[in-house]
């Protein structure tokens, strides 16, 4: 293995990072990995990379793309107006799982939100993925609300 690094995610990482939202069996359902991107990916690439508040992010192995996630910034007047750093779409590809580069990924995430004034850092996992509640869990969160999703 040569050098983990995390850095923002590029244009030319996106069909990387589709295929890892693809694969396992939710994914699978949702996404569409056929090429070239349908132009919604780029799209929401352009939106993500415009938006000061939203930072995608890939891990590296050499050239490859081996993990990915988004953190949106959100501000917020609650907690006498805390800023909460929201974490989504936290993938590790399949053949390095087991390597704790999703922990190291969730830490750098951790950090950028401490870099900018958040005081809660927040993510939402579907329920069926119990073996992702039991990683969360393992590096502090704690499953204190219930989400909901209204898909439109």
Not at 19 to 38: F, H, K, S, V
Request: a positive charge; aromatic letters at 6%; one cysteine or more.
């Amino acid at each position: 293995m040569s050098e983990v690094h995390i850095r923002r995610a590029e244009a030319a990482d996106l069909s990387a990072i589709v295929a890892m939202l693809a694969d396992d069996m939710l994914g699978r359902a949702r996404e569409d990995t056929n090429m070239p991107l349908a132009q919604a990916y780029l799209d929401a690439f352009a939106a993500l990379d415009s938006d000061p508040n939203q930072l995608l992010a890939v891990m590296t192995d050499g050239a490859d793309i081996i993990g990915t996630l988004q953190i949106s910034f959100l501000a917020g007047l609650s907690s006498q107006g805390a800023w909460r750093g929201q974490i989504e779409a936290v993938r590790i590809a399949v053949n390095r799982r087991g390597e704790r580069l999703g922990q190291r990924l969730l830490e750098w995430a951790i950090g950028k939100c401490r870099e900018r004034g958040c005081r809660v850092v927040q993510l939402t996992t579907n329920k069926s993925r119990l073996d992702a509640h039991r990683f969360y869990e393992r590096l502090g969160f704690k499953a204190s609300h219930i989400g909901y999703k209204l898909q439109l």
